[in-house]
């Protein structure tokens, strides 16, 4: 069974960071692409970075674009994202989601099949 273990969130102040991974739990992300989601309270879920696992191409959405940065540790079978330069806005709880995704459809939920529980991410002013 494909599980997806998260860790790293956590209660900071505006301008601090934070580094939020994803490990593959008895099964490998070979072939696959690591996306993180997030979904702030009566929001939809959107989308926030993805990583390609093979080719290792990186795909960010606008809004974290120069402050989150993924990437990957094949060794442990993680991948990792990188919060700098947190703010309010940024509160969410933090998705990881495996899948196929083409690279028009990277940042649409529907292209992941597997996904983690959550990790709360919450930024004070």
């Known amino acids: 069974q494909q599980q997806l273990v998260e860790s790293g969130g956590g209660l900071v102040q505006a301008g601090d960071s934070l580094r939020l991974s994803c490990a593959a739990s008895?099964?490998?992300?070979?072939?696959?692409?690591v996306g993180w989601f997030r979904q702030a309270p009566g929001k939809e879920r959107e989308f926030v970075a993805a990583?390609?696992?093979?080719?290792?191409?990186?795909y960010s959405a606008d809004s974290v674009k120069g402050r989150f940065t993924i990437s990957r540790d094949y060794a442990k079978s993680t991948a990792v994202l990188q919060l700098n330069s947190l703010t309010t806005e940024d509160t969410a709880v933090y998705f990881c989601a495996v899948g196929r995704p083409i690279m028009s459809t990277v940042s649409k939920t529907e292209s992941y099949a597997y996904w983690g529980q959550g990790t709360q991410v919450t930024v004070s002013s």
């Open positions: 990583i390609r696992w093979s080719g290792g191409n990186l």
């Open positions: 008895g099964w490998t992300f070979s072939g696959y692409s």
